[in-house]
């Protein structure tokens, strides 16, 4: 399950072994499920959400690697506590702001590209370097109101910076026996020892620990700075002290500042779950949103034809408005996108599971119900004991094919076309997702955050590389491999790191 060169253990999970299936845990670990049924699903996420609750493995991770108490760390009444506060942040009323501020970054991206690019009929480079730089830069100035100068190649900043990113998590899934322990160690006291104790990782022989012990004592320090520059800036002159930051004071951060301020004393967050929060909104969007728009790209140097049908339509819409660019409305209103972003990420969802502990006995539904291997009889819910890990297939419930249809595993964006997203099913059977019928962004109260901040990156990076470069594909094969994100490697050259090359050439 865990295997980085077996993804498709995952997509053709319900194909194989159908909508629950039953993991055995090995010697030492306990036996779990994997579940994909819709109804099942729903129970977990929304009616037992806090039945099912966030693992010790996952919250413990998290919270060493944001160095506190962040909105995937915590359960019941707290989760809800900084939901509140959080959410105005992530609303379209508030991301639809964001959008001069992606286009300028996006641009950037542009122009920089084609000063690379030159005349040069087919020019090739690792696309998903200049997306990874792009994203950070997008979540960073969107998120943060902080930028790492990413477009600058010799920028110290960026590359440390994204270093800690690019490692955090593939080392954390090479640690998959201590994190267990994680969630405890992190609230061991006295803190003092805690962080002594951890600061052995440094002299330990044990590369993969060094290495994460290093991502996260790099990228800590850093939200830390930005924001208590912030809260000085804020304290002194209030909201509008922050318009100067390079966000112009519309970063989540700054909102989340300022409903904290305004919020009554037992509602707001400390300082330290703030910094831990906006330490998450980084590593949470960056690689996820690079990866999806290095697959999207990808897949359209596959399918030319289909690189000219999304362009056309984003040449037209571009054309009513004389050469300025789209708004977070008027990209939403352009159906081919929008078409084209579902199916890429129902296909290639960038998590691929995500795993729940019971904290008591539970009956769940069943949409597909299942016989019962000694009986024969149908079985149309299911008795999960307390302490049962459930893994929650959000790739495979994307590709099933009893939900999406015979062409489950095809690259089909026509199926969003004039539908409404239950509709997409067959049957138009609803599943607990939060974006278009899918699991891409999981569902219920720990549904993610900024899927709409995320969509507005994707479709205003396209909307303006796709006019001006045509994509072509490499010889080189790309595969992609499972870790806690999927990342993608060159065959044979996988020492290399991950990449994604392509051919630009301008129009």
């Avoid at 902080?146 to 800690?164: D, G, L, P, Q, V």
């Avoid at 990113?165 to 998959?176: E, G, T």
């Avoid at 870790?483 to 051919?503: D, F, H, W």
Wanted: charged share 25%; net charge neutral; glycine share 8%.
């Amino acid at each position: 399950m865990h295997n980085p060169d077996d993804l498709d253990f995952h997509f053709k999970m319900t194909e194989r072994y159908g909508h629950v299936a039953r993991l055995h845990g090995g010697v030492i670990g306990p036996d779990g499920l994997y579940i994909s049924d819709p109804l099942a699903l729903h129970s977990i996420l929304v009616r037992d959400q806090n039945v099912f609750q966030e693992s010790t493995e996952f919250s413990g991770l998290f919270g060493v690697i944001h160095h506190g108490d962040q909105l995937a760390s915590v359960q019941g009444d707290e989760h809800k506590k900084q939901r509140k506060l959080m959410n105005p942040a992530f609303t379209a009323a508030h991301v639809s702001k964001l959008s001069p501020l992606f286009y300028r970054i996006a641009t950037e991206l542009r122009d920089r590209l084609k000063a690379e690019v030159g005349s040069s009929s087919a020019y090739t480079l690792d696309i998903l370097d200049r997306l990874t730089r792009t994203a950070l830069e997008l979540i960073s100035q969107g998120g943060i109101g902080h930028t790492f100068n990413s477009f600058e190649r010799n920028s110290k900043e960026f590359h440390e910076f994204h270093e800690a990113l690019k490692d955090v998590l593939p080392n954390a899934s090479k640690l998959f026996f201590i994190l267990p322990f994680l969630e405890s160690w992190r609230k061991r006291e006295p803190a003092w020892l805690r962080r002594s104790l951890a600061n052995l990782a440094y002299v330990i022989p044990w590369p993969t620990l060094r290495a994460f012990k290093k991502a996260v004592d790099t990228m800590h320090p850093v939200c830390k700075k930005v924001f208590y520059e912030k809260k000085a800036a804020f304290d002194e002159g209030g909201i509008g002290a922050l318009s100067n930051t390079a966000s112009g004071g519309r970063d989540l951060t700054t909102l989340l500042m300022q409903a904290n301020s305004e919020a009554d004393e037992e509602d707001r967050l400390s300082d330290e779950i703030v910094i831990a929060n906006m330490s998450s909104i980084v590593l949470g969007g960056q690689e996820t949103t690079s990866g999806a728009m290095s697959r999207l790209l990808n897949v359209m140097t596959l399918q030319p034809k289909l690189q000219e049908w999304l362009r056309e339509e984003i040449n037209e819409a571009l054309s009513k408005k004389n050469g300025e660019h789209l708004d977070f409305y008027e990209l939403n209103a352009l159906p081919r996108l929008d078409a084209i972003c579902r199916e890429t990420l129902r296909l290639f969802a960038p998590v691929t599971f995500v795993w729940r502990q019971t904290m008591k006995d539970t009956v769940v539904p069943l949409q597909f119900p299942i016989n019962d291997a000694k009986t024969g009889k149908e079985i149309r819910e299911v008795l999960i004991h307390e302490g049962t890990p459930v893994y929650i297939g959000m790739g495979a419930m994307n590709r099933s094919i009893p939900l999406w249809g015979p062409d489950a595993g095809e690259f089909k964006p026509e199926r969003w076309m004039g539908h409404q997203a239950h509709e997409s099913t067959v049957e138009q059977i609803k599943t607990p997702g939060i974006y278009s019928n899918m699991m891409t962004f999981l569902g219920g109260g720990r549904g993610c955050p900024g899927m709409k901040f995320a969509l507005l990156e994707i479709k205003t990076v396209m909307s303006v590389l796709l006019p001006t470069f045509h994509f072509e594909k490499t010889n080189d094969i790309v595969d992609w491999r499972l870790g806690i994100t999927l990342s993608p490697y060159v065959r044979g050259k996988e020492a290399e790191g991950p990449q994604v090359p392509m051919k630009l050439s301008l129009l």
